[in-house]
C-alpha cells in the first residue's frame, strides 16, 4: 500500500537535494555541508521510526523541497536536474533487482558507519569510504548515471569520492520514494499535490 503523497514527496526532495548538490560540487568543487549532511547522513538510518526520521527533521530537507516546489510551479526551468534524477530512478530499478549488489552495498554501509558516527558523514575519509562503496557497486550497473561540470574539479580524487557518496544518498532516496508507493505517474497526475505537501513541509 503506498504511503500518504506528503512522505513521498519527502523522498523526492532528498533525491533532489542530493543531486542539486552533486552538480554543485561538479561545477564549483565545494558542497553546502548541511545541505550534503542531511542526505548522506541518511545512508546509515535503514531502520528510522518513519520518513522524516530518516532525514532527521524535515528541515534538513528545505533546499530540495523548495527545488521541487519551483519544478512543479514551472519557475525551475533547468533541465539537466530532472534528467539526472531520472537517470537515478532509471538505476536504481536495476540496483533492488541486482540482489548480490543489494547485500554488497548494506554490508558496505555497516563498516563505515562506526566511522561515520565518530567523524560525521562529511569527514573526507568517510566520503572516501562511501565513494569507493559506490564505484564498486552501484556504479557498474546501467544505464551509468553520468556527471558533467568542470574537468578541474571531476580530476581530484577528493571531489570525485564526495560526488559518489552523494550518489549513493541519491539512490537511497529513490529506493524509499518506490518503497512509499511512489512512480513516474506522481508526475503526471500529482504534481499540484505535491507543490501543495512541499510547501505544507517548508511552512508555507
Known sequence: MSAPLNERVLALAALAQSLAQVR???????????????????VFRVDAASTEAVYARASSLAPGLRLLRDYFEGQNKDASLPRLAL???QVERRFVRETDTVRAVSGGLEEIAPQAAERGSTHPDVLTALGTLYSDT?????????????PHYLGQPGVVSEIRAIL?????????????GGSLWDFVFSRKAMVQAARSWLGA
Open 138 to 150: 552501484i556504479s557498474h550497473l546501467r544505464p551509468r548515471v553520468m556527471i558533467q561540470g568542470n
Open 87 to 89: 537517470s537515478v530512478l
Open 24 to 42: 554543485r560540487i561538479a561545477e564549483t568543487g565545494q558542497s553546502e555541508d548541511g545541505a550534503a549532511s542531511a542526505v548522506l547522513d541518511s
Open 168 to 180: 549513493l544518498a541519491a539512490v537511497r532516496a529513490a529506493v524509499l520514494w518506490r518503497q512509499l
